[in-house]
């Protein structure tokens, strides 16, 4: 396995199928599985939601590495609660980054996979009510605009140099937006922030997608 030579990162365990990764996970307590989408058995989406929806397996969270990169699998993947997802066609040194974005409560998407994504499966269309916009009473006016931008799928350094404040103190906003919405990771983030109209599909999205 690629990851096996990298010394900061430790392979515990290795699942043949979507069943046993989810046994593992609950025996071994991860921080990072790698998950594969077409398994025998419990596909890898079912496989990675059902450690996602786990409470005991809070802590763990699911990167996607599959050859079989679709908008569809990509979105089906984040809906199942995924933190990142990633092709096989991957490095060793690329492949253990990502995992250590993962483990450290970042997603792996790109800014241009976050937004078409979330535009095209995710989000509300431009003039249909937000849903569940209460939730987001619980935010400060300064932490709605952090997560306002992270679901831009700007980084955290990318906030900070818009913002002109310290990767620190952006980090801080967003992790504490993170926690009050029970937002497992920046994924979901980004995710709660078009379903409840703090970020909306551009115009343009729209008609490229109608047309």
Do not use: W
Not at 67 to 76: R, S
């Amino acid at each position: 396995m690629l990851l096996e030579s990298t010394e900061d990162i430790a392979v515990v365990g290795e699942a043949g199928d979507g069943r046993e990764a989810v046994r593992l996970a609950r025996e071994l307590r991860p921080d990072v599985v790698v998950m594969d989408i077409r398994m025998p058995g419990t596909d890898g989406i079912a496989a990675t939601a059902e450690i996602c929806a786990d409470p005991e397996l809070r802590g763990t969270r699911v990167m996607v590495l599959t050859t079989y990169e679709t908008d569809e699998n990509v979105a089906q993947a984040l809906r199942a609660g995924a933190s990142g997802f990633v092709g096989k066609g991957i490095g060793a040194e690329d492949l253990a980054d990502a995992v250590r974005t993962v483990a450290e409560g970042e997603t792996l998407l790109s800014p241009a996979a976050t937004r078409s994504l979330v535009a095209r499966f995710l989000a509300a269309p431009a003039g249909a009510p937000p849903q569940d916009a209460g939730r987001l009473a619980v935010l400060t006016p300064r932490e709605r605009e952090m997560v306002a931008l992270v679901a831009t799928g700007l980084s955290n350094q990318e906030i900070a140099e818009r913002m002109v404040l310290s990767p620190f103190t952006v980090r801080a906003h967003v992790q504490r937006a993170m926690t009050k919405l029970e937002a497992r990771d920046r994924a979901q983030l980004v995710v709660i922030a078009y379903r409840t109209g703090l970020a909306r599909v551009a115009p343009e999205d729209e008609a490229g997608r109608s047309s």
